[in-house]
């Protein structure tokens, strides 16, 4: 992965809303969205997936669990060839019972090159950003975030741009089609970046030309955005309902979109007696689909506020 804006309760009707492109060598084998199982055990994840190192960039499980990983630019650092798939990650965070603090104390130390993980569980109401190159874990809150190849909420101009769409579309789209339109249009620019403005990461100034746009293609076709993923989670009524949304990409443009929903997901943090909750969903099949394009004349409607996370008690 290497773009992600997250929208954590910043909207009454869709709480929940990630975007994300993955960017990675064509040549490189993944799958595209589906249910499937970690060779290491464990739920099932809902996923894409690397098949050259068996893991993936963004997965969630039934149980409430939801992961996403991106990669970090630091051509200064010799990457090590021996380190394991930061794509691995993923899957140990979504099958695991850790707690995020000893989760992450176990992962750092674990040899993994460069890299940003963001991990939630929201039946602890709880969202981590974390990296091996920060010193320590931050808790998420409220909020609209944006994560590239650097830092949580490094203002890279693609990222900039994506958190502005994103409250744009939040402000604007009147269901999840509309949404989810406006989130693959902004992932999908192609817009150019002044010299002036790209980021300083120590890569050739023609490669730091080409990785300035959210959807990006090299010169020679052989690296690029290979997905788009979305993840809106909608108030129907008193209950929560999740779409994940994928746009898979060939090397000659073609693009597929494969879509999955998940009921009552995320799940509640702690037991509302207001809102009728019948526990996670079970595994649905994945589809190929279209999106609705008229879904956008469609009018917004205001619904009751509840957090997905947890309030931090203030020490005593």
Same mark, same amino acid.
């Given at each position: 992965?290497?773009? *992600? ?12 809303? *990630? ?14 969205l ?13 996923? $894409?997936?690397?098949?050259? %190192?068996? %893991?993936?960039?963004?997965?969630? =499980?039934?149980? %409430? ?12 650092? +010799? ?12 899957p140990?965070? #979504? ?15 674990? $040899? ?11 039946? #602890? ?12 874990p @931050? ?6 975030? $944006? ?5 949580? !909420?490094?203002?890279?101009p +693609? ?36 010299? !002036? ?18 959807f *990006?293609?090299?010169?020679? $076709?052989?690296?690029? =955005? @290979? ?18 949304l ?6 000659? %443009?073609m693009?597929?979109?494969? @879509?999955?929903?998940? +009921?009552?997901?995320?799940? @509640? ?40 996370? +947890? ?6």
């Open positions: 992965m290497c773009l *992600i804006g997250l929208a954590i309760d910043q909207d009454r009707r869709f709480p929940l809303v *990630i975007a994300t492109n993955r960017d990675e060598f064509f040549k490189r084998p993944a799958s595209r589906a249910w499937w199982t970690p060779a290491s055990g464990g739920p099932a994840v809902l996923a $894409g997936r690397d098949m050259a %190192g068996g %893991g993936t960039w963004l997965g969630v =499980t039934t149980l %409430g669990r939801l992961a996403m990983v991106t990669n970090v630019r630091e051509p200064s650092i +010799k990457p090590d060839p021996e380190a394991p798939s930061r794509g691995r990650i993923v140990e965070w #979504l099958a695991g019972e850790e707690a995020p603090d000893r989760f992450w104390m176990r992962t750092a130390l674990s $040899g993994y090159n460069g890299f940003n993980l963001i991990a939630a569980d929201f039946r #602890l109401g709880q969202c981590f950003w974390a990296s091996n190159r920060a010193p320590f @931050r808790r998420l809150e409220r909020g609209l975030y $944006g994560l590239s190849n650097a830092l949580l !909420e490094t203002p890279w +693609k990222v900039t741009a994506l958190k502005q769409a994103m409250a744009e579309a939040l402000r604007t789209a009147g269901s999840v089609d509309a949404l989810s339109l406006s989130l693959f249009a902004a992932l999908a620019s192609r817009d150019t970046v002044p010299d !002036e403005q790209l980021p300083h990461t120590g890569v050739p100034l023609a490669w730091e030309r080409t990785l300035a746009p959210a *990006i293609r090299s010169e020679d $076709g052989s690296y690029g =955005t @290979r997905c788009s993923t979305l993840l809106i989670t909608e108030r129907v009524n008193r209950s929560l309902v999740t779409h994940v994928e746009r898979s990409f060939s090397p000659n %443009g693009a597929l979109l494969r @879509r999955a929903t998940l +009921k009552n997901w995320p799940p @509640r943090y702690a037991p509302d007696p207001e809102v009728d909750d019948d526990g996670p969903t079970p595994q649905e099949p994945v589809q190929d689909t279209e999106l609705d394009t008229s879904a956008a004349l469609q009018p917004r409607k205001r619904t009751r506020v509840r957090s997905l996370l +947890k309030p931090v008690r203030p020490p005593r």
